[in-house]
């Protein structure tokens, strides 16, 4: 199946949650959409799915075996071929397998059918043995994993996952994922709402950024974690070290300036921009180093917090830094607030771009 959704709009209580979303769904794999909490990604899942009318715009489907696009509002034969699970999941009354082969039977499957899928779907999703036991008294992960094979028995063409292992044990969330990656194996559309950058990373192949209402960035998982530059994007992954400056030129190097600090960067972009860099990029040390690094910023610990193994470090040199180093590291120079140190980093380390409405 493939499907189309253009402006699509809606609101609740007046309050616009989604404004303008356009996307395509076409290529087998896994769509990842990710977005602040209230960005609207469980409604637009349900609208996708069907189950949610829109306020405007326009959703089109093409299933297999059809020649062209049908624009529709609901219809039951398009919505068979579509699955959406929410978490937390809802069991009906009775055993796994009623639960299991519930849908089956709604659509009239022999009972000899029902049952082959059924015992499928306990093997795949690890729950062999489970079928007799009533389907309310499982664990959150057992649960989550029955409310995937009820839909995955069906042999849906597109699958909607809502937040699909929030909360679960590491166990159930890595059988759900291998789940979702051999449904993308065998020519199925998945599409994951997740707060979870990470998971992000291991399975999608897409990425949709929900943000106020519209779709901000979208590519390639590859393209939008990695390369994809963006403040709003750039503060939901918890990126550090983000300022607003402008490019400058000494000689034939350039300087990236914002309040009373400079340091030289790799970029051929001029006038305001936007720069970020990894905490994890950057050398701290007790004394000056003779270095390759373009750039040493002497400063100040302000702030140092404990964070696993590490220290997150935060200097004044001039503006606010962060720096991540090894607990040992912060042990071994002896360092407290109040300590001066260097800071030592790559002119290439230094991310830089324009914002799509800057100067």
């Known amino acids: 199946m493939k499907i189309v959704a253009q402006n699509i709009a809606k609101s609740f209580d007046g309050q616009a949650v989604l404004k303008d979303v356009s996307l395509t769904i076409d290529a087998t794999g896994i769509y990842a959409l990710v977005g602040p909490n209230g960005s609207g990604k469980t409604t637009l899942m349900r609208i996708l799915a069907l189950l949610e009318k829109s306020d405007g715009g326009t959703l089109k489907y093409k299933t297999r075996g059809s020649e062209g696009y049908d624009a529709v509002v609901y219809s039951p034969g398009i919505r068979k071929k579509m699955g959406l699970i929410h978490n937390p999941a809802v069991m009906l009354s009775g055993t796994v397998r009623y639960n299991l082969e519930y849908g089956l039977r709604v659509r009239g499957v022999s009972q000899s059918e ?4 059924s015992d499928q779907a306990l093997e795949s999703l690890s729950l062999r043995g489970f079928g007799k036991r009533e389907a309310r008294t499982l664990s959150a992960g057992e649960i989550q994993r029955v409310a995937l094979g009820r839909v995955l028995v069906l042999d849906p063409e597109v699958v909607f996952l809502d937040e699909p292992t929030a909360n679960l044990d590491p166990l159930s969330a890595k059988l759900i994922e291998k789940t979702i990656l051999e449904l993308a194996s065998r020519g199925k559309k998945v599409v994951l709402a997740t707060h979870n950058i990470w998971q992000v990373e291991r399975i999608a192949n897409r990425v949709w950024f929900l943000n106020d209402g519209v779709i901000s960035i979208s590519g390639t998982a590859q393209d939008v974690l990695h390369k994809g530059d963006q403040a709003f994007w750039g503060k939901f992954l918890g990126r550090d070290n983000m300022y607003i400056g402008k490019i ?20 051929e972009l001029e006038g305001q921009v936007m720069a970020s860099l990894n905490p994890t990029e950057i050398i701290l040390s007790s004394q000056k180093l003779v270095s390759s690094a373009r750039n040493v910023l002497e400063g100040v610990v302000t702030e140092a917090v404990s964070e696993g193994g590490l220290y997150k470090v935060t200097l004044d040199v001039g503006v606010a830094l962060d720096v991540a180093i090894t607990k040992a590291s912060w042990d071994e120079m002896g360092l407290h607030k109040g300590s001066r140190v260097y800071a030592v980093f790559k002119a290439s380390s230094v991310r830089i771009w324009k914002e799509e409405n800057g100067e």
């Open 248 to 267: 400058g030129k000494l000689e034939n190097r350039k300087l990236f300036k914002v309040d009373r600090v400079s340091f030289e960067v790799v970029t």
């Open 114 to 117: 029902r049952r082959r899928r």
